[in-house]
């Protein structure tokens, strides 16, 4: 079993830099795949990006792909979203989820994921 816990969100104004982190803990993640979903008000949650928590390979959606960073630091056992050149569109709530499905797979519908943390309000302000 893996717990996922969101650090961080916040407040940027658009164009802005800004990080959270998902702590996780479970003596299983290394078999899993890590990555952060989004929702915004009246609308389904989605993909932004994920990582394979043994070998670091990344995916992204396009609406986040050359703005966003996903990493992971296997000893503190943290996942990272850098996020940078902020959109309104942006503002949701951000989940960090892990699963054992392959990158793609986890991509594809959220329903199919197994944990998930409590999510983290981000917003980006005009």
């Known amino acids: 079993q893996v717990q996922p816990v969101e650090l961080g969100g916040g407040l940027v104004h658009v164009g802005g830099p800004l990080r959270s982190s998902c702590a996780a803990s479970?003596?299983?993640?290394?078999?899993?795949?890590m990555g952060w979903f989004r929702q915004a008000p009246g609308k389904e949650r989605e993909f932004a990006a994920a990582?394979?928590?043994?070998?670091?390979?990344?995916y992204y959606a396009d609406s986040v792909k050359g703005r966003f960073t996903i990493s992971r630091d296997t000893v503190k056992n943290t996942m990272y979203l850098q996020m940078n050149s902020m959109k309104p569109g942006d503002t949701a709530i951000y989940y960090c989820?892990?699963?054992?499905?392959?990158?793609?797979?986890?991509?594809?519908?959220?329903?199919?994921?197994?944990?998930w943390g409590q999510g983290t309000q981000v917003t980006v302000s005009s």
């Open positions: 479970g003596r299983t993640l290394i078999s899993h795949r």
């Open positions: 989820a892990a699963d054992p499905s392959p990158l793609r797979q986890m991509s594809t519908d959220w329903r199919i994921v197994d944990y």
């Open positions: 990582i394979s928590w043994s070998i670091g390979i990344t």
